[in-house]
C-alpha cells in the first residue's frame, strides 16, 4: 500500500455546492509519485537476487545501502526540480488523436507531434519529471529505435528532442504572448535566454530515475520494449560510480565485474551517487 500522507492541490472550482466532499474540491497527491519507489517496494528489493552471480546484487540490503542512497537522492531537490509525475506513464496510458479525424492532416503532412491524452493517474504525485520520461522509454519506445545504436546516440537523441520541447512549453507559459519566442529556437538559444535546468543536468536526473527504475526491476521482473538497453544503460552507469571512487580498477580478466561493485561500501556509494548527481543541480 501507498504511504497514506498526501499532498493536497487546491483547484479554483468555486462552482462546487457546499455540501459536496472535500475532495471534489481537492487534488490528492502521493508526496512520492510512481508506482516503483522504494518505500513501497521493499518486497521487491528483498526479491533482488542476492549472489555475486547476479549483476545487480548490489542492490539488495544485505551486500549494500545502494537501493536506499539513491532513494534517498531522488527526495532531495530544489524546488524548482520536481513536479507532478503521472507514476505509471506507458503506452497503454496515453491515448493518441487518430489520423482520420476530421480536420486532421494526412500522414505525410503529420508532424512529429500529436494531440493526445493521458488516463489513470492513481500514481501521481511529487518527484521527478524523468522518472515518467524513463518509464515511456524503457517500456513503451520501439526497440528498434534503440537497435540502430545501442541505445546511447538514440537516447541522445531523444532526451535532446524531450528537452527542447520542455524549455519551449515552459518559456511559452511564463512569458506575455507578445514575448514569447519563436517556435523554432534550438535548446542552446534557449538555454542563454533563462535559467534554469541544464541539459546536462536533465540528463543526470533521467540517469539517476533510470538507476532507480532498474532497481525495483531487479526484484519485480523485467519487462518492456526496451529492457536490454535499461539493463546496459544503467550497468554503464553502476560501472562510472564505482570508477568514480575506486579508479579504473578491473579485475584480471579487463572486465568489469559484479565483485568490482560488491567491493564498494555504503561510504563509497554515497560519495558517488552525490557527486555524479550534486544537489546543486537539480
Not at 139 to 144: A, D, K, L, T, W
Request: negative net charge; glycine residues 6%.
Amino acid at each position: 500500500e501507498f504511504p497514506t500522507s498526501t499532498t493536497t492541490a487546491t483547484t479554483n472550482d468555486d462552482n462546487d455546492d457546499d455540501d459536496n466532499d472535500d475532495n471534489q474540491k481537492h487534488a490528492r497527491v502521493w508526496q512520492s509519485g510512481g508506482y516503483w519507489h522504494l518505500d513501497t517496494r521493499l518486497e521487491e528489493l528483498q526479491a533482488v537476487e542476492s549472489s555475486n552471480y547476479n549483476r545487480w546484487s548490489c542492490f539488495h540490503p544485505s551486500n549494500s545501502n545502494l537501493a536506499s542512497i539513491i532513494n534517498q537522492r531522488m527526495k532531495e531537490s530544489h524546488n524548482t526540480s520536481f513536479t507532478l509525475v503521472h507514476g505509471d506513464f506507458k503506452k497503454d496510458n496515453i491515448f493518441f488523436s487518430s489520423m482520420k479525424s476530421p480536420g486532421r492532416p494526412s500522414r505525410q503532412d503529420q508532424t512529429l507531434l500529436s494531440p493526445c491524452a493521458v488516463v489513470d493517474f492513481q500514481y501521481c504525485g511529487c518527484g521527478y519529471g524523468m522518472k515518467d520520461v524513463v518509464m515511456l522509454i524503457v517500456s513503451s519506445v520501439s526497440n528498434r529505435i534503440f537497435d540502430r545504436s545501442g541505445g546511447g546516440d538514440d537516447e541522445n537523441e531523444l532526451l535532446s528532442f524531450y528537452y527542447q520541447e520542455f524549455r519551449k512549453q515552459y518559456l511559452n507559459k511564463q512569458r506575455p504572448e507578445t514575448q514569447r519566442p519563436q517556435q523554432q529556437q534550438d535548446s542552446g538559444q534557449f538555454q542563454h535566454q533563462e535559467k534554469g535546468l541544464t541539459f546536462d543536468s536533465f540528463r543526470k536526473q533521467y540517469e539517476l530515475c533510470l538507476l532507480d527504475y532498474v532497481r525495483f526491476m531487479a526484484g519485480w521482473g523485467f519487462w518492456g520494449n526496451n529492457v536490454n538497453y535499461a539493463e546496459s544503460r544503467a550497468w554503464s552507469i553502476i560501472e562510472s560510480l564505482v570508477t568514480s571512487v575506486k579508479g579504473n580498477s578491473k579485475s584480471k580478466h579487463n572486465n568489469f565485474r559484479v565483485d568490482d561493485v560488491l567491493q564498494m561500501t555504503n561510504d563509497d556509494w554515497v560519495q558517488a551517487i552525490y557527486q555524479r548527481y550534486p544537489l546543486s543541480e537539480f
